[in-house]
């Protein structure tokens, strides 16, 4: 069964730091998504992209966040300068043109200190 | 607002008997619901949404509109039922979706 596949699966960075977060979305999907999860907290979307564009973003998506699908094939979340309350579980998801069902990655953990 | 209340945070119950996840939303247009679980240190996955009116695993959930609800349900729980389940709400065609909050079950043996 294909998968929606994230690296990396954790990363420690300072704060103040830059950070890539990638994602594979499954190959023939057009939607694609960034939700987090804080630790104890419930799953909270970011951000939608479609059609190489921006389609929705949450309150939580500020300057500091940017996506990206560089190649064709990766679907990235830049955080461009971390703080401790963006410690998280960033989960990727994917979805293609027909059924209003999301499939996500495993998610990559992020720890600011 | 959308919202989605999952009130149970941990529910624990012995194997084989009946297990009830409460779901209720709030949404004033015609909803989309799903569950979603995500058995530990592994993915978030679909296991039901009410267009389908499946039964995965066992599992089963009815909309009811009336009640705004999608409670999730299985007559004889398994062990291997332990997991985390999330509601979520879909409300555009353009896949966001509102989670709850999560509940925990736990199936002792």
């Known amino acids: 069964e294909p998968e929606v596949t994230q690296t990396p699966s954790h990363q420690v960075t300072q704060m103040g730091q830059e950070v890539i977060l990638r994602c594979v979305p499954i190959?023939?999907?057009?939607?694609f998504y960034w939700y987090r999860q804080i630790l104890g907290q419930k799953v909270e979307f970011l951000v939608s992209f479609y059609n190489n564009e921006i389609s929705e973003k949450s309150e939580i998506f500020d300057d500091q966040f940017s996506v990206e699908r560089p190649d064709g094939s990766n679907f990235t979340l830049k955080i461009r300068s971390t703080k401790l309350e963006d410690s998280a579980m960033y989960f990727c998801?994917?979805?293609?043109?027909?059924?209003?069902?999301?499939?996500f990655g495993a998610g990559s953990r992020l720890t600011v200190l | 607002a959308q919202r989605v209340t999952q009130p149970e945070k941990l529910l624990s119950v012995f194997k084989g008997a009946p297990v009830e996840l409460k779901c209720n939303y709030s949404y004033s247009g015609s909803p989309e619901l799903f569950w979603y679980v995500q058995y530990s240190r592994q993915r978030l996955q679909l296991l039901l949404r009410?267009?389908s009116r499946e039964s995965i695993k066992g599992f089963t959930a009815d909309l009811n509109k009336g009640e705004t609800s999608f409670h999730l349900k299985k007559p004889f729980a398994q062990e291997e039922d332990s997991a985390m389940y999330y509601c979520a709400l879909g409300y555009n065609q353009g896949g966001k979706l509102i989670f709850g909050q999560g509940t925990e079950l736990s199936v002792k043996p």
């Open positions: 190959s023939n999907h057009l939607y």
């Open positions: 998801a994917s979805r293609g043109s027909g059924a209003n069902v999301l499939t």
């Open positions: 009410h267009i």
